[in-house]
């Protein structure tokens, strides 16, 4: 990008305004601020585990402290790559269903990344199951909440797979309508994920720290929870943008996409009721 063009990208082209390395071609900062957030994220939890411990040196307020920050960047991360990425230039861009292609075909590659992100803890947890079942005294799993929560997700996916539907055909209303859904069951979902933690820790002591599969159970769920949540900020920018006008019938690509990552998150989570929480009664 040359400097002139620069300038020209209407004061939306920081951070990245040369190409950096050289010879690689357009370079941003956005990603990698992304991944220092993602990054940061972890290590806040990882300080929270390292302070729940005895005799630990961390202060208990530094967990939260890192996890607050880390949020904060990434959210900010994403932001500014996505909106740089699509956003911007978005009206002087003409519809290719070449790049349309590169993008969905990105979206695929990416979730594969995610099958083997899960696939490590599902790994883990398959291992300790093998032993001594259960390894400790284990709350009651397979409650009403996990299963309205289920409902509410598998729901969603339905209400967003009938917007994308109604947008491809032109119904702009109800593409609005099961977007605008699919958020709130989506929110829904996270909060009842909150409340269901929030039983588990205070009614019945069950910790991250309670033993082996403390540590697989709000590992996974964990994970899944930071998913959701990453979900439904992408679709709120899909809602923003699509209230700007910014699809139609040929041009929905970031919507394929979204929509893409959403039931790939809702086939992880039926994953994880039957395997971790039905799973672990079995034998308990």
């Known amino acids: 990008m040359s400097t002139e063009d620069a300038h020209d990208d209407h004061g939306h082209h920081l ?24 990054g940061g994220i972890y290590l806040g939890a990882a300080l929270f585990i390292v302070a729940s411990g005895q005799d630990s040196t961390i202060s208990p307020a530094l967990a939260p402290a890192a996890l607050v920050g880390s949020v904060a960047v990434f959210l900010v991360g994403l932001y500014g790559w996505l909106y740089h990425a699509f956003v911007s230039a978005f009206w ?39 032993g001594a079942w259960p390894p400790q005294s284990l709350p009651h799993l397979l409650g009403s909440l996990v299963v309205v929560n289920t409902l509410l997700l ?54 991250v720290t309670s033993g082996i599969f403390g540590s697989a159970f709000y590992g996974l769920t964990g994970l899944h929870g930071l998913h959701v949540s990453l979900g439904a900020v992408l679709l709120g920018i899909v809602f923003v943008r699509s209230l700007a006008g910014q699809y139609s019938a040929e041009r929905h690509v970031s919507v394929t996409t979204v929509s893409m990552y959403w039931h790939f998150v809702d086939a992880v989570w039926i994953f994880l009721v039957v395997v971790l929480y039905a799973g672990a009664q079995l034998g308990a």
Do not use: C
């Open 154 to 207: 598998i729901a969603s996916s339905v209400t967003l797979h009938w917007a994308h539907v109604a947008l491809r055909n032109g119904n702009r209303r109800n593409f609005l309508i099961g977007l605008v859904a699919t958020l709130v069951l989506g929110v829904i979902f996270i909060g009842g994920q909150v409340l269901e933690y929030y039983e588990f820790i205070v009614h019945s002591q069950f910790t």
């Open 15 to 38: 951070p990245a305004v040369e190409d950096w390395p050289r010879g690689f071609g357009e370079a941003s900062w956005w990603p990698f601020i992304t991944a220092l957030g993602a």
């Open 92 to 130: 002087s861009r003409e519809a290719s269903e070449t790049s349309g292609k590169a993008l969905r075909w990105g979206m695929i590659a990416f979730l594969g990344s995610e099958v083997a992100t899960f696939g490590g803890g599902f790994a883990y947890y398959f291992f300790i199951r093998t």
